[in-house]
């Protein structure tokens, strides 16, 4: 304890004394009690607190796993810890929800140093369910409802049923603003708020002050989204009005604290994403320049064509995650194989040969998205291919076409490569065709093969379309 204390807290060695003597005392009020007992301390630099001791009641099983000491806990989920913190008071709470995720009527009083200043929070906390609530400020239910049923129109019971039944906290207000009705997540949610006894009847402002701007808001019909506390809440206001005169109003309230918290871990999760494929490109990139470096400092002329191919290869590679960074504001990971492609075949054309090659790529209507693995195979086959034609189909500088053209069917996509050049003379295959025959067979379960042709090459790859890939027909023809 004394460990954690100086560890995480600000507290002096004096106070941590006066902790670790209320610690002593635990297990024995555990037992008395039949109550999980701690001492939490608010972390330095922090606005969580940390449990710091612990003690289980020895008679019953118990409903902590596990030690929580040393455990964060956040003040959403245990209002009363940070209440008592606050106030130097005492604090009860019917639901707080435990480390372990259960729900347990929590006790609070603050621990005091001789200056009076609070240095920890003593709880006691008893499990809900064998226990049924005493005093009337807990009790699970609403008020109101006839109240509610006027408001509404006529007497229709079923209005306050309905809302009895909400998750979401349904409150309504007479026309001097206070609060007439309140379904059990209300009462549920003001009782912890505000510890008051008595709630029906009180203004609301001085119950929930947070709502001021809600009832200075002209607005009859209005959505807020207020912060307090850490907590993320949506505030439907409704005004109800009678030949102009205000009969109530109407709140709904929906805590979305969580919803918040996921959204956020979410976000985190994919910009982590994003600086992976940051990452990875770059490292690409570094590789490839060390490839260059490699080719400036004297090196054989004939080794110059094998560096040549590798370069392309890496580029092909770092072409995927090129095009989904470009994308990463649309936030989806595929990537568009047609565009891919484009990038990957007019990058070679443009640098790397001198002869004058017309490509062509035709998407005929498909818009293909797959995964960065699976499109990582396909920039490296289609690499080797245009890249054969380049090198290999226009000897002597011939003017030549090379069409990239891609079909499919309901099962599979079909990808074509033809050039119009000198055509292959014998079949013996070297890396590059390897590297192709591999990706097609292993990475994309599919098939390569060469088309018989009168004029140069037709090469075309067959593979099944998998859950990885997605293809939309698009009306317009979207050649280039
Ligand atoms: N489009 C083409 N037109 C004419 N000949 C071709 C064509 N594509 C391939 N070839 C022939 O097939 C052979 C094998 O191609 P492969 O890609 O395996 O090897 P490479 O291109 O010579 O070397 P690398 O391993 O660098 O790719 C080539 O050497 C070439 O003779
Ligand atoms: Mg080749």
Known sequence: MKQICQLYTELTLEEIIILENVASTLQLYA????????????????????????????TSESIYENSVVGKIVFESFEPGVFYSYRAGKKSLTSQAVTQEGKTVEQSVIPIKNDKHQVIGVLISEEEIYNHTPIGSSYKNVSFGQDELSEVLGGNSREVPMISDLLMEIFLLTDKDDCLTYSNPAGVNFITEMTLMDKIQHQPILELLPFLQSVYDFKEDVFIFDLTIDRKNLIVKKIRVKEKEQLKGTLLLIQDVTELRTKEKELMMKSVVIQEIHH???????????????????????????????????????SSVYELILANSNTDDEDVNIIELTRKVSSTLVLNEYAIKVNLVIESNGNKILTTSRKAVSIALIINELVQNSLK??????????????????????????????????????????EIVHNLVLNDLNGEFRYMPVKLGTHAVVTFPISSEVIIYHEKENTNS
Request: aromatic residues 12%; hydrophobic residues 40%; glycine residues 4%.
């Open 31 to 58: 037992d008395l009690n039949n109550a999980y007992m701690f001492i939490d301390c608010m972390m330095k630099n922090s606005e969580q607190a940390i449990v710091v001791a612990e003690a289980f009641p020895r």
């Open 279 to 317: 990452r990875v490109k770059n490292n690409l990139q570094t590789v490839a320049s060390l490839l260059r470096l490699q080719m400036r400092k004297g090196f054989p002329e004939e080794s110059k064509v094998y560096f040549e191919d590798t370069l392309n290869r890496i580029y092909s590679i």
């Open 392 to 433: 290999h189909a226009f000897p002597e500088d011939l003017a030549g076409e090379i069409v990239v053209s891609f079909y499919s069917n309901k099962t599979f996509l079909e990808l074509h490569i033809f050039d119009n050049g000198v055509g292959m003379k014998e079949s013996k295959s070297s890396l590059g065709l």
